[in-house]
């Protein structure tokens, strides 16, 4: 009976290193920190210290909400949280503690929702957007002043590895709602998903312009948070990247007259509004988990000239990009504006990113896909 007492403890001890191991550390840890941690199957186990908490509960994005988790304490403060597992791609999270949100001291930070949140990736098996040995870009910080803002905006833009030798075309690049410029160049890792594509030889090289997704004189900032709101913040964008951005950029920059526009979430809106009144000065469209504001059934696209694409004769590319997983609202918006494109027989390209929801694996995918269709 001791013997099989002690073989059962040695069993367990083995079947929870065997488990231990399959967990490895997110790649969004903080350098030198061991948690969070995800194993194959997508699990994620956080280990926080909050020695005076009474309640630490897992909150989060999209890809958080359906997740179900367990909680314990240990009797030196320290919290471990373990989940069920979580779908592949970039999640936002945070903790509530004791009704209190409150972010992973163990995970780099990123923009979105409004704030620097959390973030933990979970693999998909991918390596497009990983860093390799190849000749890299780099993103410089910049800034214009605006008349429509009455203001300061700041831009990044990057620029190709072979920048220094002849001109290039223009990509100008829009984020999402919550988020800010610094969306692309972290969560969207675009740095490396470009590098990597031009070392291929898979997408010509090109700058890349991410530009602030918001734009509001001082009166305008305060109107309510709502869609009339945003639209004329997309207008007001319109007006910026015409007469403002474009000549700045040109100007500064070794860039060689074409140009293309996209964004997800809102920032497709964007893409789509500006690129719909100005196809003469876009050789292509993308959006990215398409939305549309202040539509009607009768009207759906009363704020979004697409009309005028029909009118145009350049006739820009057009991508529209899509996770499977996302939600109903953003299928039905994708399929209002294929349904739409289909019956007045304007060409398009729909990209599906199989597993993934509302998040930046899908839109890293989307720019991978979309970056070597343009510019050829």
Not at 4 to 25: D, Y
Not at 71 to 84: E, I, L, P, R
Not at 334 to 347: F, S, V
Request: charged fraction near 25%.
């Amino acid at each position: 009976m001791q013997n099989f007492t002690i073989l059962s403890a040695v069993f367990a001890l083995c079947s929870s290193l065997v488990f231990s191991q399959n967990f490895k550390t997110s790649l969004t840890a903080k350098d030198g920190k061991e948690f969070p941690k995800v194993d194959t199957e997508g699990r994620a186990e956080f280990k926080v210290y909050f020695p005076d908490a009474k309640s630490v509960v897992l909150e989060g994005g999209d890809g958080i909400q359906n997740v179900t988790s367990t909680t314990t304490k240990d009797q030196d403060g320290f919290w471990k949280v373990s989940t069920s597992p979580l779908e592949i791609g970039f999640h936002y999270y945070w903790f509530n503690v004791d009704g209190r949100r409150t972010n992973d001291p163990n995970t780099k930070l990123y923009f979105g929702y409004g704030q620097p949140t959390s973030g933990i990736e979970i693999p998909s098996g991918e390596d497009f957007f990983f860093e390799r040995n190849v000749k890299h870009g780099k993103i410089i910080n910049d800034s214009l002043n605006s008349e429509v803002t009455r203001g300061k905006r700041n831009i990044k833009v990057y620029l190709p590895p072979s920048y220094v030798t002849k001109r290039f075309p223009v990509l100008y690049l829009y984020h999402g709602t919550g988020e800010d410029i610094t969306g692309w160049e972290k969560q969207g890792y675009l740095s490396n998903i470009l590098d990597n594509l031009f070392a291929e030889k898979k997408a010509k090289e090109m700058i890349v312009v991410m530009d602030y997704g918001v734009a509001l004189n001082p009166e305008e900032e305060k109107m309510p948070e709502d869609y009339p709101r945003t639209v004329l913040s997309s207008q007001n964008i319109d007006k910026i990247i015409i007469n403002e951005l474009i000549p700045y950029i040109e100007k500064k920059y070794k860039t060689n007259g074409n140009r293309a526009i996209a964004g997800l979430s809102r920032g497709s809106y964007q893409a789509m509004l500006i690129g719909a009144h100005h196809p003469q000065l876009f050789s292509a469209i993308g959006a990215f988990s398409p939305v549309i504001y202040e539509g009607t059934a009768l009207q759906p696209f009363k704020e979004l000239p697409m009309d005028n694409l029909l009118r145009s004769k350049q006739k820009p590319f057009l991508f529209i990009g899509i996770g499977t997983k996302e939600d109903q609202r953003f299928m039905d918006y994708n399929n209002i504006l294929t349904r739409y494109l289909d019956q007045n027989k304007y060409p398009y390209v729909q990209y599906q990113s199989v597993g993934t929801y509302h998040e930046w694996l899908t839109w890293r995918r989307c720019l991978y896909q979309f970056s070597q269709k343009i510019f050829q």
